[in-house]
């Protein structure tokens, strides 16, 4: 039985996922802790629940997904996990961020393994398959478990609503059409865990998101 445990960090309030199994090994999905304050709150969560970190994975390369990469690879000794197609987001970060006033120390780490669609993600006694969504950002992916019956979406997709698609590499239509397509196409009871605000279910935004109707 997987545990999903979720953590809104940043002032944009992005959710931070951490996975983990009965082994106590897990992965850390889009680590968006900033401030030395919010790396430390993420560090001391995870050593409190003895968890042993053995995958570091992004969804998406954007600003607020990345914050805390460099410092999760670092402190756990892992490569960071992510689409190709998303490496220019990573290589530009200190500078995206600049445009926001902010001043990072560097960039996230490199890609150090590719993902792509069809991989199997492997922790504990656990998998996650990739689906790649493109559309928020060319290299966004979706982790989904389906015996479980969850995925955790990113920007892809949030409750009654979608990621946007105005940024570079975005494009409304690509997204709009990967949602129908890979995700709408999955069971109602799968739940979509979201890289902003709250869950929801396949079934729930196949009936109620504006956007996919």
């Known amino acids: 039985m997987i545990q999903i445990d979720i953590i809104p960090i940043n002032q944009w309030q992005e959710n931070t996922y951490i996975l983990s199994d009965e082994t106590k090994e897990c992965v850390i999905i889009d680590p968006g802790c900033l401030s030395p304050e919010e790396r430390e709150s993420v560090a001391k969560f995870i050593s409190d629940k003895g968890y042993t970190p053995v995958r570091l994975l992004q969804t998406h390369m954007h600003l607020d997904h990345v914050f805390g990469s460099k410092f999760i690879a670092d402190k756990y000794q892992l490569k960071l996990e992510a689409h190709k197609d998303d490496e220019f987001w990573g290589e530009q970060t200190v500078e995206y961020a600049a445009s926001f006033g902010m001043q990072l120390d560097s960039n996230p780490p490199a890609i150090g393994n590719y993902l792509s669609e069809g ?17 928020h950002s060319p290299g966004g992916i979706v982790f989904y478990n389906e015996a479980e019956k969850f995925a955790i979406v990113g920007d892809v997709l949030f409750r009654e609503s979608i990621g946007r698609a105005d940024l570079p590499g975005g494009d409304f239509d690509t997204l709009v059409s990967n949602i129908k397509t890979k995700l709408l196409v999955l069971d109602d009871e799968v739940a979509v865990y979201p890289g902003h605000g709250p869950s929801s279910t396949i079934g729930h935004e196949r009936k109620n998101n504006p956007f996919l109707s």
């Open 119 to 135: 991989d199997v993600v492997k922790f504990g006694q656990s998998e996650l398959s990739v689906i790649h969504v493109p559309g």
